[in-house]
Each structure stands twice: as C-alpha cells, then as structure tokens.
C-alpha cells in the first residue's frame, strides 16, 4: 500500500464473500463522514465507491447498504451511545483498478484479505473508472495532417452534470460512445427530459476555444416546438449554424413534394389493398412518369396506353354517359398529346362535344381504326421512377388506369378502386396535406432530391466541395397532429438513411436525429394511422450504427415504445419514473443493470438523472448541468395563474395575437 492510502482508509474489510463484502468504518467516525488529507469525504451514500487494496491493484466496490450494527454478531448489552457504536457498510465488487495507472476493468480476479483497508476514491481515480481522464486532446487535420490553427483541441469526453454522490465530480460520457450509438432520454413529464437534450447540446456546442463542433449534425423532430429558444442561441458566425423550419401543414411552411414518396408510402397512405388497389395504384404512379417522358420508346408506350384507354372509353360498358366518355377522351388527347394521337385527329372526324358523338355515318368506326393502329403486343408500362409531377395528375392517372385495366377485362375494377379514389381525394382536399401538394408550377422550381436533403441537413456546395451550414437543424412540428408527424418523420428519416447508405466512402457523415416525444411516432404497437413511421425507424436502430446514421429518443413512455428500438440503444439517461410498467420495461431492456441501481429511479429529484451505457463503465446517479436558456417545456406555475386582480387579460388571447378577447371572429381564425 502507498503511503498515501494509510491516509484515506475509512475502514477495514471484516468479511469477504464471492458478491459482498462488509467493511467496518474506523470508531469514531461521525455521520459516516471522514475527514481525509485532501478534504471532508462522505463515504456512505448509497452508489458511492470505495478502494480496498489487493496486491498491485485496487478492487473497486460500491456502496449498497449501511447499517449501525453486524448483523452477524450478538448484541452485547444496551447501546447508549449510538453516536460511537459500530458502524457498518455493505459493499459489491465491481471491478478491478491498477494501482500504478491502467484501465479499469469489470470484475474481480483478486480477492482482498481479511482487515483490509477501504479508502475513499479520489477524483483522478474516479476518472479512471470511468474512463473520462484527459478530457482535451490535440485535434487531427484531414486525412491525419496537422490541424489548423496547430494548436486547436478537441473534446474526447463531455461533462453532462455533476455527480450526487460524490462532491463536485464532474459526470463525462465519452463522445465516441455516447454519439456513436443510438441514445435514449426516459423520464416521467416535468421530470427534466427536454432541458437534459438542450444541456447536453449547449455543453457539446459551446465549446470556447478552436476546434468547434462543425461536423456534427442534429436534425430535431420538435413536436411540440420547445427547443428554439435552447438551441438557437447556439449560432455564431463561423462556430456553428442553427436553422428553424416550420411544419404548419400549409404550402408557407416546410414543404415534402409528394414524388418523394417511395412507392410502398403511397401504398400505405392512401390504403391500397393488395390484390386490387396496389395494381392500379402502381400503374398510376408509373404513368406519372410516363406522360412526361418524350423519348421514341417511352413515346409508343403512351400512344399505346391513350390508344388502349380511347377504345375502351367508346366500348360504352363502363356505365358513364356518352358525354362523359367523351370527355375523358378529349382530357386524354389535350394533356398528353402525340405526334399521332391528338386533338387535330378526333376533329378530321368531326366529333359532336355537347353530345359527345360524331356527326357522320362511319366517323366513330373510322376514328377508333386509326386509334387502333398504335395499340401494340407485349408492352409493358413502366414503373414509379419518382419523376416530379403535379398532384392533380395522379387523380387523372388513377382514372387512367382503371380505364386500362377495364380495357383488358378487369369489368370490376372500378368499383374496387372506389375506397382508393375516395382516400386520394381527401389527400387532395384536406389543408393540413398542402405542404404534401405540388402544383404543376411548383414542379418546375422545385429542389432535386439531393437539394432537398443538402438543405435539411444544413450542406452547402460550394464548388467540387460540400461543407456544412448548419449544425442543429429544428424541424417545428408543434401545429400538426400526429398523422402528418409520423408521415413526413419517417420518409425525411428514410431519405437520410437512403443518402447514407448510397455514400462512398461509408459512415463519413454522421446524422444524428433527436426524436422528441417518440412514443407518438414510434409504438409498440402498429399505428392507427395510414403511414407507419415504426418500421422505418426500427431499420435505422438496427442498421443505421454502421452507415453513420442515430437515433436520440426522448420519451416519457418507455413501455409504449418500439421495444426493437430500445433493444438497440446502447446509452440511456433515466429521469424519475413511477409507472410500474415503465420500470418494468427497463428493467427488462438493461439486465446489467442492479435492482439497487433502478430502486432510485421512482424518488430521482427534478432535474436529476441515472446515466448507464457504453460511454460509462458504471451507471451513476447525476444532476444535470443547467440548460440556459431553457427549452420552452417549464411547469405551469398555477398558483400565479389563479390568483390575481379582476380583469386582468388572460394570456391565451395574446399568445394567439388577438387584441380584442371578446373578437369571436379573430379567435375563430386564430383557431382555424
């Protein structure tokens, strides 16, 4: 033993199992305090370490239990004074510490001896156990040059608090482990979940001094538009950028064109049934594609199709008037004309609009001969490219294409796409879907795929070369309901990982996604909405780690989430929880971890927290560091609220910009 350690020794070990240790705390000891050569220790709150020596290594145990008396011995007549009895501690072995510098490592190769000294850990042995000493290194230059400025650092650890159990100790998470795997933040509402997310992102972000954290890239699901005031502050010109867009379901805000929905996403928000709606369903979206396509072979293919759709329009067995059939065809040679099927065509007949027939004899048999000609053997239609098109062209290409399956002797058809066609055209109706809607202008100056992504994800191109704009990116979703929030989370989620996966070199460019209340869009149980965002996001949990794509969960309801996603998360910062089956849950998801360990988890204090994972060896009970400024997700103070002089305006008129309380008309609008 160093001579050192004589002075830190707090007790004696008195009893030495395989699981548990007893260690008798020198007489006199007071509140279980000690006074030690550095500073005042108190050595028995429970979760704290101790160090007994063992040969050339320290064993480090935690504290489970304290007690005024050995169980173990018999009581030997009246104890008068408490203060000077006995006193005992219940300690685990943990794992092994080298006394002249090392790792620390889990478990216990050498017992101590009985007598044994316990000490108190000292902060730099603290960092050893955790892992978290040198918490500054030298930054590298690209490709491993030399940095610029030479002499600008990086993080390797974060502080994320301060510890309750031992005094001041700062609690580290070390970078590549924590950001390097799927996170998630639990707790009960009010419990501290949202200011933890900002702190630990003020912390990572403002950072003073070269280098700053321009690499990173966090896209915030906000769904209940609480994180602009935290994290906006965070911008400095030429540090880090932060952008605010606002998903308001209107074409002012966040706008998702709909060709970049992937064909199963169609499938799943307008409900097509596999054995009848899919079919025409995929016939429509490829249709999309086809009637803007000018090319000799996909030009026969259309003149096939119009063909094919014309003759069966005249065929008169589809139950719509001559008029209407008519118009359909004249809809058909309007908006997709040839060079051999067009208006010029039908009119050498004559055709009768208001009646929707042909003035001569023979001229409806002498218009379908020469329509005939371009209908060709063995064409196959092509498939959903996700070529830009207007919205009001899928209704008529769904139109289309029921036409096309009748003409093949689908008689039915129609009445079974019917649901279908119903669902499209609430899509098309519905206001909170217009961010969804492109017109047939818009599709013109609309962004390419990649443009779209580069701007989400804060890139820019500068040249032959791509840098970063923006660090944070806070997708607003506060003013839509949760149908909307799951469709554009899981295919904005399903482009990243798309990019990712397409990018070459792999896993160079890590997307961190920040899913706020993700209970809402990420179940347990399959979703009572058409798009399911789950099943995107359990891919990207169980995939997403090697492409350089995770997931940062916020949730106040463990048992509701996606269990395949909270299998994957390799860190969790645990806040206080009550529910039963919420404890349950985690209990199952973290078998390492103690029953002594989560016991805490229903009295943590606010803003208070249990971290475990990859990024500290051992879990540890912390207060998180102060998030200034503060996410917009305070408690409601109602005693403020209730109690004040009469007339005094209420502040839900002003926070929706009416002056007048009593203007039925503004808060109508204010509502809409």
């Not at 009581?75 to 300690?91: I, M, T």
């Not at 007598?115 to 108190?120: E, F, G, N, R």
């Not at 003035?359 to 064409?379: K, T, W, Y």
């Not at 995107?536 to 997931?551: L, N, Q, S």
Request: glycine share 6%; aromatic share 10%; with cysteine.
């Amino acid at each position: 033993m160093r001579s050192d350690d004589r002075k830190r020794a707090i007790g004696k070990v008195m009893s030495v199992a395989a699981d548990r240790f007893v260690v008798e705390m020198h007489a006199g000891t007071d509140n279980f305090t000690f006074v030690g050569f550095d500073d005042v220790h108190y050595v028995a709150r429970l979760g704290s370490f101790l160090m007994i020596p063992a040969q050339s290594e320290y064993v480090v145990v935690e504290v489970v239990g304290l007690r005024e008396r050995d169980t173990g011995r018999p009581v030997e007549g009246p104890d008068f004074d408490r203060a000077g009895s006995p006193k005992f501690l219940d300690v685990v072995p943990v794992g092994m510490l080298p006394a002249g510098g090392g790792t620390f490592r889990f478990g216990v190769s050498v017992f101590p001896s009985l007598y044994a000294d316990a000490l108190y850990a000292l902060d730099y042995e603290l960092d050893r156990i955790f892992e978290t000493h040198s918490p500054v290194e030298p930054s590298k230059g690209l490709n491993g040059a030399a940095s610029t400025p030479t002499d600008a650092n990086r993080y390797r650890v974060l502080s994320i608090g301060k510890s309750v159990i031992f005094e001041d100790y700062e609690v580290k998470v070390r970078i590549d482990e924590f950001f390097g795997g799927h996170v998630a933040i639990l707790g009960n509402t009010g419990s501290g979940k949202s200011c933890t997310v900002a702190s630990v992102l003020q912390s990572l972000f403002e950072k003073p001094d070269e280098h700053h954290a321009r690499g990173a890239t966090f896209v915030v699901f906000d769904v209940n538009g609480e994180y602009r005031p935290a994290l906006e502050p965070l911008a400095k010109a030429g540090r880090i950028g932060v952008e605010r867009v606002v998903l308001d379901g209107t074409k002012a805000g966040f706008r998702l064109p709909h060709w970049f929905l992937e064909m199963a996403e169609w499938e799943l928000l307008l409900q097509a049934s596999e054995k009848t709606q899919l079919p025409v369903l995929r016939t429509a979206l490829g249709l999309t594609s086809l009637l803007r396509d000018n090319s000799p072979a996909a030009l026969e293919i259309k003149e096939h199709f119009i063909a094919t759709c014309i003759v069966e329009c005249f065929r008169g067995a589809d139950g719509d008037s001559p008029v209407a059939k008519f118009q359909r065809v004249v809809s058909l040679l309007q908006k997709y004309p040839t060079a051999n099927l067009n208006m010029a065509l039908l009119n050498r007949f004559n055709p009768n609009f208001q009646y929707g027939n042909f003035a001569g004899p023979n001229s409806q048999e002498d218009f379908l001969a020469q329509v005939r000609v371009r209908v060709r053997e063995d064409i196959h239609l092509p498939s959903y490219d996700q070529t830009p098109f207007a919205f009001d062209d899928l209704e008529e290409c769904v139109d289309f294409a029921i036409l096309y399956e009748e003409a093949h002797g689908n008689r039915q058809i129609r009445d079974y796409c019917s649901s279908m066609v119903t669902r499209l055209k609430s899509l098309k109706d519905r206001d909170e879907y217009a961010f969804l809607r492109h017109t047939e202008a818009e599709v013109a100056t609309a962004s390419s795929a990649i443009q779209f992504l580069f701007q989400l994800l804060g890139l820019k191109s500068e040249g032959d070369r791509v840098i970063k704009r923006n660090q944070i990116i806070i997708l607003d979703m506060n003013d839509v309901e949760d149908e909307v929030v799951e469709l554009v989370s899981s295919v904005t989620a399903r482009m990243f990982f798309k990019l990712l996966r397409r990018a070459d070199p792999r896993n160079r460019f890590p997307i961190h996604l920040l899913l706020e209340e993700a209970h809402r869009y990420i179940g347990a149980t399959p979703s009572r909405y058409a798009v399911d965002a789950t099943k995107g996001f359990e891919r990207i949990a169980k995939e997403g780690r090697k492409y350089g794509m995770f997931v940062l969960i916020a949730s106040q309801r463990p048992s509701e989430l996606s269990k395949t996603v909270l299998s994957q998360c390799s860190n969790f910062v645990v806040h206080r929880i009550q529910n039963p089956d919420d404890l349950s849950q985690i209990r199952q998801m973290t078998p390492f971890i103690s029953d002594a360990v989560l016991k805490r988890l229903p009295s943590l204090p606010k803003q208070h927290a249990l971290v475990f994972g990859t990024s500290v060896n051992l879990p540890t009970t912390f207060k998180v560091r102060e998030a200034r400024p503060r996410p917009h997700s305070d408690d409601t103070k109602i005693v403020d609220l209730w109690f004040h002089e009469e007339g005094r305006p209420t502040g839900i008129g002003l926070s929706l910009g009416i002056a007048d309380g009593d203007d039925d008309e503004d808060l109508d609008q204010a509502i809409a």
